[in-house]
């Protein structure tokens, strides 16, 4: 028989056998195993001490609750869900973009802060006969721009999965809150800052989508050029397509009205102008004037730098989680939820401006007096 071994707490009172266990903290602090679930969990009648004890206590030794736990314990599995639902059966892969790599950032830095992991998932698999999403147990989802009567959104809704878009879901699309920037607002100061800096006509590089952000930036310009007499000059592509915006921005400037400035409102498109102002000799800043709507760094070191319109896309994958988050621990049914009335939060942007649309002043060239010649002096008469 081989005599049980002692172990020695390791560095830090934390266990020598690895990972911590509710066990081990119930030890350490001086308490029940019932009272620590209580003051991890935020529940039972405990004093406040007794809390930030039993705490401080699992922060040292790095408790962390057991998933599976979890999950029999509150029916809870600790997974969100993150996807674009726009582009539907379309391979888009939006994390290629700055905005969406951001925002995935922020959101998933959000999630983990409050013990959540984020998943994020193809909305194509929704459509094939092996359903991805039905083998994740989430216990919330986030949607990134969905589209106008969007059938994933509704589709977890019924099945009391709460939803919150990143994005003003449009008509009665049943999310439980959203966040979105003023994107109306964004579009008429950028639009204004051009004409201040010279342009007679602006154009817009849009998509044919139907999301809230295609939509409100694509009305906005449109209002903006009937309040400034300016007949629209826009060309439309579908966003998810790479090759389209470069074709659209071509014929954008082969018009025979052609812009002498342009708002692309997705992040290639500053490239995409570029490119095609080059190919038809015209000068940026000088001919063409050109923003674009993006997050990349890229721009900063583009000839010349291109102004670019920043959604703060870290802000919104925050509060979308923060919102997601409370609406899962809230412990309202789907129902319960959509009677609560559905959450907004408008966020603001930021117009970064760069070389592409600042013309040079035009400088006053003030011609000095011709200096009268010394021999006219010798003839003039007397007196003169």
Known sequence: MTAAKHQVPGPHGRPPHGRAGIR????????????VSD????????????????????DRLGYRPSAAARTLRTGKSGLIGLTVTTYGEEPFTFTEFAYFAEMARAATSAALARGYALVILPATSLHRDFDVWSNVALDGTIVIDPSDEDPVVSGLVRQGIPVVSDGRPAGSLPVTAWVDNDHEAAVVGLLDHLAAAGARRIGLLTGTGTDAYTRLSTSAYLAWCERNGQDPVYETYPAQDSCAGAVAADRLLARSDRPDAVYGLYDPNGTDLLAAARHYGLGVPDDLMIVCCSESRVYDTTEPPVTTLSLKPGRIGTSVVQLLIDAIESGLSAEELARR????QVMPTDLIVRASSQRPAARALITPPRARPAADDARAPEGA
């Open 341 to 344: 009335g559905t959450i907004s």
């Open 24 to 35: 081990d903290v119930a030890a350490a602090a001086g308490v029940s195993i019932t009272t």
């Open 39 to 58: 003051a991890l969990n935020g529940k039972g009648r405990l004093p406040d001490t007794t809390r930030r004890h039993v705490r401080t206590v699992a």
